[in-house]
Each structure stands twice: as structure tokens, then as C-alpha cells.
């Protein structure tokens, strides 16, 4: 079945992108078209695809590339061991755009777990890195 929402993000050097996605985060490739330096990846279900910026080519963008791309967006990706990643991306000399935290969100009459982490990508999107702690009723 393929996912609802699948975003696609420009980057200014695959390479790049892809170690930090693959390497880093833990995506794999799922298909490839090197000749047009673009991939589509997967990790657990979340899917994302990387387009390189290259001028003159077929491209969807609404205004001219300046880093830090996407801004104003975040994008969310479920883990089972944000911990693990995040000890990879210090490990990498990365500094986390939101430090590691566990925060509780209101739901209705009760709250939502997370312990997460954002990272800028190497042209700047966030990427949230959250796992699921569980759910608490709210007490009054």
C-alpha cells in the first residue's frame, strides 16, 4: 500500500543528502535514477524523496533556492529508538536544532508521550525524530 503523503524534498547535493538520511537517520533506498540525481527512500514506512537542484532542469519550485530550504516546516518521522539516532547524529558533530526532550501533548482528556529530537538536513529542513511514550489521562 503506498503511504498517503509522500514529500519531496529539493537538496543541493544528493550525496550528501543521502548520508545523512541513509546513513545517519537509517533510511534505505528504495529506487534510484542517478542520471537524474534523485531517490526515493523509506525507513519504517516513512517515505520521502530526494530531488538534486539542478538549474535549468524540471523543477517545482515556487521561488529561487536559498538555504535553509523548507522553512516553516518540520517533518515528523515516528522511531522505535530516537536514542540510538540521536547519540549517531552527535556522534556525526551535528547539533540538534531542538534538543532531546520527552514532552506531553493534550488530546482531548489526555495526553500524548514523545521523546524527540529536531536536526536540520545538510540544506536545513527539520527533521523531527519522535517516539511514541505512550498515553496518560489528564489529572485536574
Not at 20 to 43: H, M, S
Not at 100 to 108: A, G, T
Amino acid at each position: 500500500m503506498r503511504p498517503a503523503l509522500v514529500p519531496e524534498l529539493h537538496c543541493s547535493d544528493l550525496d550528501k543528502s543521502l548520508d545523512f538520511y541513509v546513513d545517519l537517520l537509517g533510511f534505505r533506498v528504495l529506487y534510484d535514477r542517478p542520471e537524474e540525481r534523485f531517490a526515493y527512500l523509506d525507513r519504517n514506512g516513512a517515505e520521502l524523496m530526494l530531488d538534486e537542484y539542478v538549474p535549468g532542469a524540471r523543477m517545482l519550485a515556487m521561488a529561487p533556492f536559498e538555504r535553509p530550504y523548507g522553512r516553516g516546516v518540520n517533518f515528523q518521522i515516528a522511531v522505535d529508538d530516537v536514542d540510538v539516532i540521536h547519540a549517531a547524529v552527535v556522534s556525526a558533530g551535528l547539533s540538534a536544532f531542538l534538543p532531546l526532550e520527552e514532552r506531553w501533548y493534550r488530546r482531548d482528556e489526555a495526553e500524548i508521550g514523545v521523546r524527540q529530537f529536531i536536526v536540520q538536513d545538510p540544506d536545513g529542513y527539520l527533521i523531527r525524530l519522535s517516539q511514541r511514550l505512550g498515553t496518560r489521562q489528564i489529572t485536574k
